[in-house]
């Protein structure tokens, strides 16, 4: 049984859910997400519990991790519409710099040139130092994806630890080469 597709999706405050046919809408003060589920899920609206049930017809292997997965992007988009979600990333390094102009956020991180990423739309992107970047959203997908390309630009490296690394997340040092 999957523990995860078992248990209910709470519906916050202000949150609406609608399910029609195998379209589900979630509305909240942030935005409006919607999410069409696999045939083999079925999804349902209890109003009186404030809360989303998930089951599902069959109990093969695949059917069984779309319902955890379908529960999942339920309670993911529950959380987005009515708190948002959000990432910090850090630049290390000297000279390494982060700005974000016309909708792009240029990064100077020890290239030739700038680096400029597009800003996708639902994406609120700030910097609010030079040596931060801030992205926020309701899609937690959407978010984590623009994060991981950003870092990607230039991962830390292990001698010194430059490059762009995600607010808390800790870098394993190697010790360099010793004189002898």
Do not use: W
Not at 14 to 31: F, P, Y
Not at 56 to 71: I, K, N, P, Q
Not at 114 to 125: F, R, S, T, W, Y
Request: aromatic share 4%; with cysteine.
């Amino acid at each position: 049984m999957s523990r995860i597709g078992q248990k209910p999706v709470p519906i916050p405050n202000g949150v609406k859910v609608n399910v029609s046919q195998r379209e589900l809408t979630v509305e909240g003060k942030l935005g409006k997400l919607n999410y069409t589920h696999r045939p083999e899920i079925k999804v349902v609206v209890d109003e009186d519990n404030k809360q989303v049930i998930c089951t599902r017809e069959s109990d093969e292997r695949t059917v069984r991790a779309y319902h955890g997965l379908t529960r999942a992007l339920i309670q993911n988009m529950t959380i987005g519409v009515s708190e948002g979600y959000e990432k910090r990333l850090e630049i290390h390094g000297v000279g390494y710099v982060g700005v974000v102009q016309d909708n792009r956020v240029e990064l100077r991180v020890g290239f030739a040139n700038e680096i400029k990423k597009q800003i996708p739309a639902g994406l609120d992107v700030t910097c609010p130092d030079t040596t931060h970047v801030v992205i926020k959203g309701i899609d937690k997908q959407q978010v984590g994806q623009f994060a991981a390309e950003v870092r990607s630009v230039r991962k830390p490296e292990p001698y010194k630890g430059k490059g762009i690394r995600y607010a808390g997340e800790t870098i394993r040092r190697k010790a360099g080469k010793t004189a002898q």
